[in-house]
């Protein structure tokens, strides 16, 4: 049932040969393992759609090899693959009912009626859709259809599942408990599934890795945990995580016990200032060759209220179980998180603290250099 998927230098360009080709997806390389939940994540136009149909065979490999298990599969049409396909824009038949159309997913499987219907009932059931399933498609709302296009694609057998977007038009409620009844049926049938969002809660909900897309390019390919603590650049880092990493181009200097970081800018001012035995020595080794360095901080790695660092208050919002709050200090604008309430009013002083093993430390080009005091 559930095989591995490989992609192996895939490019795809559109427009070959017009003036001004489309580089959609550009040597792309990902090895997906047997039942492993999959999530590419990635800002609209990155690629995630075409890499996706690529897999299924609606879009044509211009470069590189895809395989599913040890199958080469990229010269096969879409119905020898033996791949499921949720589409983005749905793509249900008008005239069929839901249930028609869910049903129609098992035409090869030669199944008989009463298993169809089993069948069927079961996968609308899990997507709450069977209050609806004598409707056409025209008939019911956009989340509607999506969940039976997402219901026609898990009712068949196959050796992989491509969910483009599958939950996008749906209200946070019904998303979230999809999500989590999704889950649970993708793991109890052993599914290999590659599901495209740009949510990024959603990707970590329900991915045990996640492909990081942008421009085309694969940035990274990890677990959830691992992109959050160490994201291999600076786009992987600004781009997951809510609020986004703080980011300060600075450059390094030692001296008199201390490692001192300067904004890198027209201003010189001291950003931040640690004793230098908080840092290790290939780190310490690293930050005096001076050169131009980019500081990443978490908003929930900074702690408002201990340390030396003064900042003033720019804006402390409660935004119902969490605080954000803003303050000027040195560097520019830090914005921090805490799961209490602050009562720090806009143009208060408040103190802050950033550890040094908190730090992300990349380098000029964007490359991670350390994470904490792991060199990378
Ligand atoms: N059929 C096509 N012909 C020409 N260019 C295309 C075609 N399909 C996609 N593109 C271009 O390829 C790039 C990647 O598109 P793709 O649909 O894969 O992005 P996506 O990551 O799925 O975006 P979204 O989140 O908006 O769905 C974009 O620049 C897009 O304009
Ligand atoms: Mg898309």
């Not at 199944?111 to 069977?130: G, N, Q, Y």
Request: positive net charge.
């Amino acid at each position: 049932m559930s095989a591995s998927v490989s992609l192996r230098h895939v490019n795809k360009v559109y427009a070959q040969r017009a003036k001004n080709p489309i580089y959609a997806v550009k040597d792309f390389n990902i090895e997906i393992k047997p039942g492993e939940i999959v999530a590419l994540l990635g800002s609209s136009g990155c690629g995630k759609t075409s890499t996706l149909r690529m897999i299924a065979g609606f879009e044509e490999v211009t470069e590189g090899e895809i395989l599913i298990g040890d199958r080469p599969v990229h010269r096969l049409a879409p119905a020898k693959r033996n791949v499921a396909m949720a589409f983005e824009g749905y793509s249900l038949y008008p005239p069929l009912t839901l249930r028609q159309n869910i049903a129609f997913a098992l035409k090869g499987e030669r199944l008989d009626t009463a298993e169809v219907s089993r069948r069927v009932d079961a996968i609308s059931k899990l997507l709450e859709l069977d209050k609806h399933l004598d409707r056409y498609p025209s008939s019911v709302s956009a989340g509607q259809q999506q969940r039976a296009s997402l219901g026609r694609a898990l009712v068949r057998k196959a050796d992989i599942y491509l969910l483009d977007e599958p939950m996008g038009q749906l209200e946070p409620q019904l998303r979230a408990a999809l999500r989590g009844r999704l889950k649970r049926y993708l793991r109890e049938h052993r599914m290999t599934a590659i599901l495209v969002t740009h949510d990024q809660t959603e990707a970590n909900a329900l991915a045990d890795r996640i492909a990081v897309m942008e421009g085309g390019r694969l940035q990274q390919f990890a677990s959830p945990g691992e992109l959050k603590d160490a994201p291999a650049n600076l786009f992987v880092g600004t781009f997951i995580g809510e609020p986004p990493m703080n980011v300060y181009r600075v450059r390094p200097s030692l001296g008199e016990g201390r490692v001192s970081f300067r904004g890198a800018g027209d201003g010189k001012a001291e950003v931040l200032s640690y004793a230098e035995s908080e840092f290790s020595a290939p780190i310490r080794q690293l930050i005096g060759k001076g050169e131009e360095i980019v500081l990443g901080i978490r908003p929930h790695d900074v702690r408002v209220g201990e340390g030396a660092s003064l900042g003033e208050i720019v804006s402390n919002q409660w935004i119902g179980d969490q605080t954000h709050m803003e303050a000027a200090f040195p560097g520019g604008v830090i914005v921090s998180t805490l799961d209490a309430r602050h009562p720090g009013r806009m143009g208060e002083p408040v103190k802050l603290a950033i550890p040094a093993g908190k730090l992300h430390i990349f380098a000029g080009d964007g490359r991670a250099i350390a994470h904490g005091t792991r060199l990378v």
